[in-house]
């Protein structure tokens, strides 16, 4: 059973290659049942009220491949390694929800530089997180915002409900991405919890959210946000990095780098 990683469908053989199937995979057998989604869904989610994540972007390499990403400065959008690491430049969609649409609210705007973590791992998928300098300045309206990152490393997330938006595969049947913005609700789990599905590859640099009632990310939700709500203000706490090469919605927990562990490398490398 392999991990899979959630890139983009034209990707995902490419990114799967690098990934040794045989140093990871969910130790536990046993999953929950999962319980048939009633609702269309990020996977078992819903369709975002247009510009609800006001915060979420598209990215889109030049070698086809599709992603999210949070819109963190004026020109800086944090994202996923695995959906940039090969790339030259990408395009950020900024202001979307029907993404395949020329929507007036939309704001185009290319990467004027790359940087990917020095110590993403490709085998282990340890320090999926990347960060892309824009060419030129989002207009920063409510359809288009930057969203504050968790900093606190030490309160505890486990139980708390969090979103995951993006415009990924929206089911296990589906091949194509998602026409609209979703977002999925869940909780987040404990490390522990997590490790049972995964195995070691969770360290405290993952966040997890429970996938028992099969909401979560999908191929293509890659480098988007999960956030929480603190004091009625999102609050990103991950990105969404892997989930299981089962199935979106087998019961298995997502996986999301934690954004709080790389405070300080997103300070580092935010000029
Ligand atoms: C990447 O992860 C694998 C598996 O844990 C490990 O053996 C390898 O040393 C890591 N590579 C680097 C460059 O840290």
Known sequence: MKVLILAVIALAAVSQAAIDPSKIKPVFQTVTPLIPAITPKVVGGQEADPHG??????????????????????????????????ATWVDVTAGAHRIFENEPTQQKIRSSKIVVHKDWNTSNLANDIALVHLSSELNLDNTARIVDLNQDTSTSLVGVQAIVSGWGRYSDGSGALSQWLRYGVSNIMSKQDCQRFFGSIITDNHVCLDGSKGVGACNGDSGGPLSIAQNDNPLQVGLVSFGSGAGCEK??????????????????NSN
């Open 251 to 268: 019961g298995y927990p997502t996986v999301y780098t934690n954004v709080a562990r790389y405070s300080d490398w997103i300070a580092q």
């Open 53 to 86: 994540v006001p915060f979420q972007v598209a990215v889109e390499n030049n070698r086809g491949g599709f992603c999210g990403g949070s819109i963190i400065g004026k020109t800086l959008v944090l994202t996923a390694a695995h959906c940039v690491d090969s």
